[in-house]
């Protein structure tokens, strides 16, 4: 595996991982109805950036909704279980806590996966060129992200 390749898997792994871990898990449960994030929208965002062709295009669509398909399961779970711990808040139990963020850790893990698993498949439908671009946009979102974790100011989209 190159190690461009490796670095971007760890970094998307990375960032899936505190995606759906640490930020949804602060939004607390989601109300009824409500969506993540648009994929017509990201795809038409990923297109303009990186000038994909209409094959690729059509590509990483499938990819991507054959991935929301085959985690939908395990997001509904995490789901129920977010709401299982918040209702604790007035009457903890340790027990049922430990075994809560347990399945919540597995849970993780698979998502984890299966996004890193999506994401590489994308990565390999890019050419050179549209993989460094991405990999500049990628760079550039992490220091982004790492600015904002420090307490700094958020700059202007």
Not at 87 to 94: E, K, L, Q
Request: aromatic share 4%.
């Amino acid at each position: 595996m190159s190690s461009i390749l490796s670095k971007w898997l760890s970094g998307a792994a990375l960032a899936a991982a505190a995606v759906l871990s640490a930020g949804a898990w602060a939004m607390g449960p989601q109300a009824e109805g409500m969506q993540g994030p648009d994929p017509a929208r990201m795809m038409a965002h990923m297109g303009k950036q990186l000038d994909l062709s209409a094959e690729q295009q059509a590509k990483i669509d499938g990819l991507m909704s054959a991935s929301r398909q085959a985690s939908a399961t395990d997001q509904k779970r995490m789901q129920e279980l977010r709401t299982e711990m918040m209702g604790m808040r007035d009457n903890f139990d340790a027990t049922r806590a430990r075994k809560t963020a347990d399945e919540i850790g597995q849970v993780t893990g698979r998502l984890v996966f299966q996004a890193s698993e999506t994401w590489s498949q994308v990565y390999q439908l890019l050419n050179a060129e549209q993989k460094a671009k991405l990999d500049e946009l990628m760079a550039q979102r992490t220091q982004r992200r790492g600015k904002w974790r420090e307490g700094a100011e958020k700059p202007a989209p």
